[in-house]
């Protein structure tokens, strides 16, 4: 498969965006879950371990047996490609919100793997919410926060208003398409 041109400009901004997004906690969690729920290990490169869709279609037919009936094991990249597309329709027809999915060229490129790593969180969530009685993605360490008694009175004490305020906001001089034209006068004296 050829190699595309080093990204630059805008395009490399967006990239470097992207990779800032990145939380490798979110990947190690969504990592252990899937090798807990399909009893195989993901190699050491996450993208490269999920790349091929065949771990990710396990991982459908152990959350719903008979979900995906084909997996291909072909290393040709549009069968690769066709087993993340099954994985998403999965997904999609399992519950998952689409918003919270991937493209497919988001894995098989790793153009946005922080948006697999959050797919992979979402359907462990509605796993979750369907009954899933199997371990799910980040709870494995308690969500459980401990505050002094000062902390929890120092909380009464703030209003809403004090979180946002409208302080000063009008909608004076506007018309239901914005703000009218503003026309400055000025004093001209015209020489004859």
Known sequence: MAQRPKDYGMTAELADKKAGKYDPVAEQEAREWIEAV???????NF????????????????????????????????????????FLTFAEAYGCNKADMFQTMDLFEGQNM???????????????????????????????????????????????????????ASAAGQTPYGLGR?????????KQ
């Open 38 to 44: 399909v009893g195989e290990p993901i190699q050491d």
């Open 47 to 86: 993208q490269e371990g999920l790349k091929d869709g065949i771990i990710l279609c396990k991982l459908a037919n152990k959350l719903q047996p008979g979900s995906v009936r084909r997996i291909n094991e072909s290393k040709m990249a549009f069968k690769q490609m066709q087993n993340i597309g099954n």
């Open 114 to 168: 922080p948006q697999v790593v959050n797919a992979i969180h979402a359907l462990g969530r509605k796993a979750r919410e369907k009954g899933f009685d199997g371990p799910t993605p980040g709870a494995t360490e308690s969500r459980h926060r401990d505050f002094t008694e000062e902390q929890l009175k120092e909380g009464q004490n703030i209003s809403g208003l004090q979180i946002v305020s409208n302080k000063g």
């Open 182 to 190: 503003q026309v400055e006068k000025t004093n001209l004296k015209i």
